[in-house]
Each structure stands twice: as C-alpha cells, then as structure tokens.
C-alpha cells in the first residue's frame, strides 16, 4: 500500500514539524530581542509559512463543510435515518459537553489555580472584552437570511442550517434530483483533493505556527498562570481517557489509546493550529479511512461536531471561570457552578471552531454568571497554550461520536480498525 505509506509518512512528518517548531520557537525567544528575532524570525518567516499554510486549509473549509453536510444529510436516504442519527449526534454532544465542564470545574476546585493570587504580580495582557452575544439571538441568527452572504463570510452555523436543510430537500424531492446529488458527490471528491494537496504543507506549516507562538511566549509566561494551565491540561486527559475511553469501551469495546494512536495527526494539526476547522479535512479522512467510521454519517456529524461540539472548550471555559472567581476573592456558589455548566455549553455551541474564539466566548459566560469580564485579561496572552489543548480534544469529540454512532447504525468497518496502518508504512 504505498499509499498509505506515504500518508503515514505525513503524519510522522507533522509531529516531527512541531516538536522541532517548538525546540526551535523556544530558542529564538531567547535571542537578544532584534529584528533578526522579531522581523525577520518571528513576524517574518514563521508567520509568512504558517500564514500561508493556515489560509491554504481554511480555503476549503467553507466548501467541505457545505458540501459534505448536504452529502452527509441526504445520503442517509431517508428523512427517518437523518432524524434519528441527527438526534443521537446531538444528544452525544450536548451530553459530553457537560459532562466535560463538570470535569473542568472539578479540577479547577481541586487544584484551586487562582486562590492567593495577586492579581499584580501578574503581567496584564490588554484585552478589550467584546460584547457576548445573547443566547437567544446565538439561536436565531442561525437561519441565513442570505445562504451565499453566508457562504462568503464563512458563517459556519449558518452554513450548517442551510446545509442540512438543502440535503433534506433533496432527500424528499428524490429521483427528481438525481443530477444535484451527482454533482454533490463529486464536489466532494473535488474537495478531497484540494484538502489533500493542501495537507502536504502541513509539516511545514506545523513547524511555522508552533515555532512562532514559542517564539513568542517562551516558556517562562507559562510559569505564573501554571497552574490553571495544568488544570485544564489535567481536566482535558481526564476527558479523554475516562469519558471518550468510557464510552468508547462500553459502547464499542475499544481502546482509547489504540483510537488516539490512529487519530493523532489530526489531533497534531488542531494542537498546532488551535483551529478545529483547519483539522477538520484531516479528521475526516482519518475518522472514516483509519478508524472504520461510516463515510455517509461522519459527512453529517463531523462538519456539524467542528462548530457546535467543543467539549475541550467547555472545559476550558469551566477552569477559566473558577480561577477567574479565585483570583477575585469570589465564592463559586453551587448556583453559580450550575450557571457556569449551562452557559458554557450553550457558549461552546457558538464558539467558531477558529483559533482564540473560546477566550472571546468566555466573556460571555462570565458575564451571564456575573463574575468579572476583565477576568479574561488575565488568562488571555497565554489562551493560544490553553487553545492548542482544547482544540486536540474538540476534534477528538467529534471522531468519537461519529465512530460510536456508526457502530449503533451497524455501520462500522472492523477491518479498517483492526489494520495497523502504521506497520504498513515501513
Ligand atoms: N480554537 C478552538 C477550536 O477551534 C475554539 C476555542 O477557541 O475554544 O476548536
């Protein structure tokens, strides 16, 4: 199979560009300051590379995830299958995110980050809070008055409804649109090429990115904020191992870390890229050709999962507003903590699956639990070091509800999970 072998190859090529990227960020931060550091380094070559390569993934983010949820919504045939599979999916994710919350807020009390904190010694990165959004008019504002004005301003929510409307439509109008749904089919393998193309800069690209944000933060910024990075880092694995694991072992009988073994590129592309629509191609392929998933359900759930399912945002958001209330000297009520987990989860729903949207949702959690918006300023100059980990797991969410629905469906390729594709590559 030489051409997995090649795909392999990619993958250990994009962990290879992100550790060197790290090593590399974290010894040109120690450069004397200078424009060899600064212009030519830093706001140079890393940010032109990663740009580049950022861009090249985010051109066919708006096209996969419409073409693939109108493929995705009329190739389960009947209206019946889409509603139970469309209601599982969203079941999974509301579920597990709150679920993913509570875990943050746990971790949050148990390693306490921002108790005796003095809130001085800690450099503030300006931040100018935006206004949050009302849950209702979030909700809304889902229906594009204009489906193209959407397309073009890659508004993923509306997008989505759109998406999934027209696949309906198509579904129910059948036979009279065979031709539609041919030509939908093979956008989507247009597509497929594009991201494929694409992903062969993706090595590159990783190493550009994560080189540039350690070039930037060093490792030192991390130390005073540690330990509310530590808890969410703790929070995000206790996820992954116990709920994911869970689920996957009961429902599916499977390894988590035999299911992390396989999806781990696509995880490398959301760490490095903090964008949950920049792993979204890569998720896809790896999701239905490395793990066995339904082709035709994770054409539905993953574009759906990369914009409303954001289990590591949520955790995130959870820690976030423990510390910010510790380091305020604020009591986090149990009212309070059952406020943080509705509004996160409806928080997370909105975030844009983009690089620092969950810092800027936050606010709107914090302010409908009526804890300090400025709070945000004391977390945000590192968010990209909590967004890099919240965005793995983001991803993760959405690959394992498509893989356990699929099983649900009877719709899940054994053979293709029990290859070892790594062992091929050699
Ligand atoms: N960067 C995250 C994502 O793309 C969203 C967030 O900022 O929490 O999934």
């Known amino acids: ?64 995830v419409f073409v693939s949820l109108v493929n995705g919504a009329a190739s389960m045939g009947d209206i019946k299958k889409l509603g139970r599979v469309g209601g599982k999916t ?33 450099d503030q990165v300006e931040y100018a809070a935006k206004e949050a959004t009302p849950i209702a008019q979030v909700l809304y504002e889902m229906v594009p008055r204009n489906p193209i004005q959407a397309l073009a301003e890659g508004n993923m929510l509306q997008i989505i409804v759109f998406a999934i409307l027209t696949g309906i439509a198509l579904t129910v109008i059948g036979d009279k649109g065979k031709k539609v749904l041919g030509l939908f089919e093979e956008l989507n393998e247009l597509v497929m090429q594009l991201v494929a193309m694409v992903m062969k800069l993706a090595p590159i690209g990783v190493f550009a990115l994560v080189a540039r944000t350690f070039g930037q933060l ?17 929070a995000l ?12 072992r009961v429902l599916g009988g499977m390894s988590i870390f035999k299911y992390v073994k396989k999806l781990y590129p696509a995880m490398l592309i959301a760490f490095s890229t903090a964008s949950s629509a920049a792993a979204l191609p ?10 066995g998933a339904s082709k035709d359900i994770a054409a539905f759930s993953l574009p759906l999962g990369n914009t409303i399912n954001m289990d590591g945002t949520a955790i995130y958001q959870g820690v976030a507003a423990v510390f910010i209330a510790q380091a305020y000297g604020i009591d986090v009520t149990l009212n309070m903590a ?8 409806l928080a997370s729903i909105g975030t844009a699956g983009v690089s620092g949207a969950g810092a800027i949702m936050l606010s709107m959690v914090l302010t409908t639990v009526g804890l300090p918006i400025e709070g945000v300023g004391l977390i945000f100059g590192i968010d990209r070091i909590y967004d890099m980990g919240r ?36």
């Open 1 to 64: 199979m030489a051409k997995e072998g090649k795909k392999m190859g990619l993958a250990i090529k994009v962990l290879l560009g992100l550790l060197v990227g790290a090593v590399v960020g974290i010894i040109v931060h120690y450069l004397p300051a200078g424009s060899l550091r600064d212009a030519v380094l830093i706001d140079g070559i890393f940010q032109f590379v990663g740009q580049v390569f950022l861009r090249s993934i985010m051109m066919c983010v708006v096209p996969l």
């Open 218 to 234: 060093g490792i030192d910024v991390i130390i005073p904020l540690g330990k509310s990075v530590f808890a969410v880092y703790v």
């Open 391 to 426: 965005t793995a797991m983001n991803i993760t969410g959405d690959s394992v509800c498509t893989t356990i629905i699929s099983r649900q469906e009877g719709e899940f390729n054994e053979e293709i999970w029990n290859t070892d594709f790594a062992k091929e590559t050699v």
């Open 90 to 122: 969203l079941g999974f994710y509301l579920a597990t995110t709150a679920v993913a919350i509570v875990i943050g807020l746990v971790m949050a009390f148990i390693i306490s980050p921002g108790i005796g904190l003095d809130m001085g010694a800690i």
């Open 338 to 345: 059952l406020m943080i987990v509705l509004s996160a989860t």
């Open 237 to 248: 694995a206790l996820h992954l191992i116990f709920v994911y694991g869970g689920l996957l």
């Open 282 to 291: 890569a998720n896809m392929d790896i999701t239905v050709n490395k793990i």
